[in-house]
């Protein structure tokens, strides 16, 4: 089994990149591991006509058609390709990130942007529950700084499940089975806490033992309901 974990974190030291060894600690007696740290690698988030070398439109930039024709020519990116072949041998996906205005860091979205490829891992019809990473599973690891309470309909911090939808939808777009994420709640940032550091410490180490657990349970995991093709009629509505 290959575990590929893409980590989304600018501070080495953060919770989250402890998150990230300790799915790698886990992963690796499973199998091998490979991680993306897209800030320590410098990752370009913004999908650009400066990443195409031989464009297809020259004084125009289409992003959609730069991606196809690049994919055509063999002449991706070589960020990009690197991104994608980590990928491609993955049995599993982990995305581990702080939620940061209720979604994801923009480096994370940015590589969605560009990794996933329009005419070479997706299509019109290769998409969905017919996706190119089809029979392929990935979970979000997710922190927030607020106490679990704060969180659910109505409730201040937000609702993880309307927050976490478009990472975890784009990912099912992609053909992914989409496990049920893992939340770290009341994750704090330096001077920021509704506790003592002793008690954050404990908490946070306790957390991260359930991480680890929760990972090795994965295969009695269901994964998320999304639609799929046989959901919907020719115009893309609802059947029923």
Known sequence: MHTHIVHAHPEPRSYNAALTRAAERTMRKRGSVTVSDLYRAGFDPVESGRHYANRAQPDTFAPLAEQRHAWRIDALPDDVSVEIRQLERSDLVVLQFPLWWHGPPAILKGW?????????????????????????????????????????????????????????????????????????????????????????????????????????????????????????????????
Not at 184 to 190: F, P
């Open 112 to 240: 969605m942007d560009r990794v996933f490829v329009s005419g070479g891992l997706y299509t019109s019809r290769m998409r969905y529950d017919a996706g190119y990473f089809r029979g392929r599973r990935a979970i979000v690891s997710v922190t927030t700084g607020a106490p679990q309470a704060a969180f659910g309909p109505g409730g201040r911090g937000g609702d993880f499940e309307t927050m976490l939808w478009p990472v975890q939808y784009s990912m099912h777009y992609m053909g992914f089975s989409v496990l049920p994420p893992f939340i770290s709640y009341g994750v704090q940032g330096h001077g920021y806490s509704y506790e003592d550091e002793a008690s954050v410490q404990e908490r946070l180490r306790h957390n991260q033992d359930a991480w680890s657990a929760h990972l090795t349970r994965l295969d009695q995991a269901e994964p998320l309901r999304f639609p799929g093709w046989s959901d919907w009629n020719a115009d893309g509505s609802a059947v029923g």
